[in-house]
Structures are given as structure tokens and as C-alpha cells.
């Protein structure tokens, strides 16, 4: 079955570069995606990636896919303070009948001190 | 503009009580979904309905119940019989076929 990994907590000081790494178990999923939750807020996509692709660079996001160890990770450069967030990592097929089935990793709180 | 409603954005319910959560999109999409969030844990599916008329129970969707009379609606009724119902429930949609979906700003549940 389907199962995503992420750590729990990141701390970073502003200016700095954050990492979230996530690990997925589903080697048929077509699209990797991220989401950014804001205290209290709905799921905002950040980026995807295509699986066939190694990397995608998005103004200061940067999303690496290592495909054989199943390894996500999105990178920000420049961390601001309004980047705090929750990030959840995703991976994507399709349900029979075209539906999306999105299994989302626990999410990483990122924490961004001045 | 479009996109997605849910309502209330907090709501309280009396332990023994059914409650029901709206959504709403205006996107045209016919897939809509409900996920369930706790505190330090992902987003799992409730119900999701991919037409009109039809809806399929996801990986936790005990005691819990849907309807989609309506392409633009898919309320989501949280029965009595959820013995732990206190959580975020967001609600998204996407068009079939495409993988990227579109979320609500969200209803947190309280059981009082």
C-alpha cells in the first residue's frame, strides 16, 4: 500500500535555505506534489512534479525526485518569515473513474526565527 | 471567483448529535472530496464522489455519511456514531483525470 514519510518539525533562520524531505512508498504515482497549510487554513498547492522528471525549479522553490530511493524534497531559498507553514508532501494516481487519489505525508512544521 | 466554500468555518457539537458540514464549489469539476485532519498526522480520505448521484467510501469513512444530489455540493454528515469526531475536515475538488486538486479554507469540529 501507499505510505508517505515526512519529519515532524524544521526550524531555520531567516535568509537561510529550508529542506523537506519526504519518502513515498507507490512507485506508480504520476505526480508528486507539495501543499502549504497556513495556521487554520485550507491546503494551497506550492508545486508537483511529473515523475519523470529529476528536478523543477519554481523562483525559490526547487523540487528534487530521486525516483529510485523515493526520496521528495522541496527546497527554499531565501526562507522568509511568511513561509511558516505546515508542508505536506503528496503522492497521485487515479481512482477508476478519473478520481484523484492523493495520499499526503504527515507534514513537516516549518518554523522560520528572525 | 471560483473555488471552493466550506461552512461553517467552526462549528460545536453535543456528544449523541449528527452535524453537517457544507461544501461548495463553483469550478465545474465533477470529482469532490472530504478529508479528515488531526494534529500531527496527514490527510485522510473520508467519502469521495467522482459523478452525480454517486460517492464511494475512502480509507476512515465510519460514521460518517455523504450525499451528492448536486454537482456543486457534497455535504458531509457526521453521525453520532463517530466515537472521536473533533477534528479539521477539509473538503476539495478536481476535474477527472487531472491529479491536482483544489482545496477549502476549512471547518473545525468540536464535540462538546
Known amino acids: 500500500g501507499e505510505d508517505v514519510e515526512q519529519s515532524l518539525f524544521l526550524s531555520v533562520r531567516e535568509g537561510d535555505s529550508s529542506v523537506i524531505n519526504c519518502t513515498y512508498t507507490?512507485?506508480?504515482?504520476?505526480?508528486l506534489y507539495w501543499y502549504k497549510q497556513e495556521p487554520g487554513a485550507g491546503l494551497q498547492l506550492l508545486t508537483y512534479?511529473?515523475?519523470?522528471?529529476d528536478m523543477k525549479q519554481d523562483q525559490r522553490l526547487t523540487v528534487l525526485l530521486n525516483k529510485k530511493d523515493k526520496h521528495l524534497s522541496l527546497r527554499i531559498a531565501d526562507t522568509q518569515t511568511g513561509d511558516s507553514a505546515i508542508y505536506f508532501c503528496?503522492?497521485?494516481?487515479?481512482?477508476?473513474?478519473?478520481?484523484?487519489?492523493?495520499?499526503f505525508g504527515t507534514g513537516t512544521q516549518l518554523k522560520v526565527e528572525l | 471567483d471560483g473555488g471552493i466554500t466550506q461552512s461553517p468555518k467552526y462549528l460545536f457539537r453535543k456528544e449523541g448529535q449528527n452535524v453537517t458540514l457544507s461544501c461548495e464549489q463553483n469550478l465545474n469539476h465533477d470529482a469532490m472530496y472530504w478529508y479528515r485532519q488531526d494534529p500531527g498526522q496527514g490527510l485522510r480520505l473520508i467519502y469521495y464522489s467522482q459523478i452525480v448521484n454517486d460517492f464511494q467510501k475512502g480509507d476512515i469513512a465510519e460514521g460518517y455519511s455523504v450525499s451528492r444530489e448536486k454537482k456543486e455540493s457534497f455535504p458531509l454528515t457526521v453521525t453520532s456514531a463517530q466515537k472521536n469526531p473533533t477534528a479539521f475536515y477539509l473538503c476539495?475538488?478536481?476535474?477527472?483525470?487531472?491529479?491536482?486538486?483544489?482545496f477549502g479554507q476549512g471547518t473545525r469540529l468540536t464535540v462538546v
Open positions: 512534479i511529473f515523475s519523470n522528471m
Open positions: 507507490d512507485s506508480s504515482s504520476t505526480y
Open positions: 476539495a475538488s478536481s476535474r477527472l483525470g487531472n491529479t491536482e486538486a483544489f
Open positions: 503528496a503522492e497521485s494516481a487515479f481512482f477508476t473513474g478519473g478520481g484523484n487519489k492523493l495520499t
